[in-house]
């Protein structure tokens, strides 16, 4: 059994497939650059509804180009929360900025507003100006974003989503992507529209910032190639993996439902024993992960060889929250301390999850966790 079973994906789209499409950019060779990566950011914005979408070379590139475009640097502050995987925090001090870490909220693993509102308080204290708050949208689902939108406004802080782990996903009527000043996503291959190898983007509605998202990722060019307007990075998506993801975008829709069905099914085999994760009114999570919170003091480490011995892989996102690790401890919190988020960290277990789970699988999955509960 595979955790994510990029295999059976390879056969549902057809191999020959994916073969035709890299071998169109063998033939054309245009490696940089090329046809596929403007046709693959064109049907990216539609699928979001975004005006602009400007491909880079990986989902942390993303969020660095993001502040970068934003102009944040030394003095600024960027709201981050810290249960979340290191490159939402690990892009700021690189600017010269700060990451001050916020909690989550227990119901849907995303920035709980009030802690939002302390940390704000305590980056001011701290004598940083916050500047931009960076919501995740933590395996696949959006936080309270009509909350944190409004706080960003009040606050005067641009908003930044990480869809890393959510393309696909909804908030109210706005597709991840869609919402935000900047928004940015991975293709890693294990995301759910991944390609074979690294890949990122990020999509605005605001023209001055695509175009300086479009020159930053190619170090900071002007009007041509060796006319140098600013300081950028290279950061380019490659053709080839443009081209995979044209393939698999065709078939993403398919696999998004594919994706629901698996995550309801597993709710109705182990809701009734265990702590199930749970989609709020208005939302749909892309199900980048299916995350169950086990009962506190569960031997999360017992549980996890009882169902490897039954041929069940699992996965912990994420065993130590960034504010307790040695890097990012001396960055401010908020001052209430984070209590759901160092109460999850011990408790979360994610299962096998991928859009070609069948119902025998899931069965399984489901029977080796109730075994696994009871021994732990
Ligand atoms: C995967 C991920 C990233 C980084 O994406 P890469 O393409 O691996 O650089 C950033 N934020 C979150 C929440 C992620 O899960």
């Known amino acids: 059994m595979e955790f ?151 606050e005067d802080l641009h908003l930044i989503c990480d869809a890393a782990q959510s393309f696909g996903a909804r908030h109210g009527d706005r597709t991840a992507g869609a919402i935000g000043e900047i928004s940015t996503t991975s293709f890693f291959p294990a995301k759910p529209l991944g390609c074979y190898g690294d890949g990122g983007a990020l999509f605005t509605d605001d023209d001055g910032h695509a175009d300086m998202l479009r020159s930053l990722r190619v170090h900071g060019k002007g009007s041509h190639k060796y006319d140098n307007a600013r300081i950028g990075v290279n950061s380019r998506l490659d053709t080839i993996q443009a081209a995979i993801l044209l393939e698999k975008l065709a078939v993403f829709p398919g696999e998004l439902k594919a994706r629901t069905a698996a995550a309801d099914r597993y709710g109705a085999l182990l809701g009734n024993r265990v702590k199930v994760p749970r989609v709020p009114e208005g939302r749909v999570s892309s199900w980048a992960q299916y995350t169950l919170t086990l009962p506190e003091g569960a031997d999360r480490d017992a549980m996890q060889a009882a169902m490897k011995a039954s041929g069940v892989p699992t996965a912990v996102y994420y065993p130590r929250p960034l504010h307790l690790q040695g890097p990012y401890a001396g960055f401010p919190h908020d001052p209430a301390g984070l209590p759901v988020t160092e109460n999850l960290a011990p408790r979360v277990l994610s299962l096998p999850m991928h859009p070609y789970l069948t119902e025998e699988v899931q069965a399984q999955v489901a029977a080796a966790t109730i075994g696994a509960l009871e021994v732990a």
Do not use: W, Y
């Not at 602009?52 to 070379?57: L, Q």
């Not at 700060?98 to 509102?117: A, K, R």
């Open 4 to 154: 994510i079973d990029l295999g059976a994906q390879r056969a549902a789209i057809g191999p020959d497939r994916i073969a035709a499409r890299i071998r169109a950019v063998l033939d054309h060779g245009g490696f940089i650059m090329g046809p596929e990566v403007r046709a693959l950011e064109a049907a990216l914005a539609a699928f979001c509804g975004a005006k602009h979408c400007v491909s880079c070379a990986n989902g942390t590139d993303a969020l660095q180009l993001a502040l970068m475009t934003l102009g944040i640097g030394p003095g600024d502050a960027v709201l981050v929360p810290s249960f979340t995987f290191a490159a939402t925090a690990e892009v700021v001090p690189p600017l010269g900025a700060t990451p001050v870490f916020v909690d989550i909220d227990e119901s849907d693993f995303g920035m709980d507003p009030d802690s939002l509102m302390r940390g704000i308080e305590a980056a001011r204290s701290a004598g940083l100006v916050p500047r931009a708050v960076m919501p995740v949208d933590l395996f696949g689902l959006p936080p309270d974003l009509d909350a944190i939108s409004a706080i960003a406004a009040a």
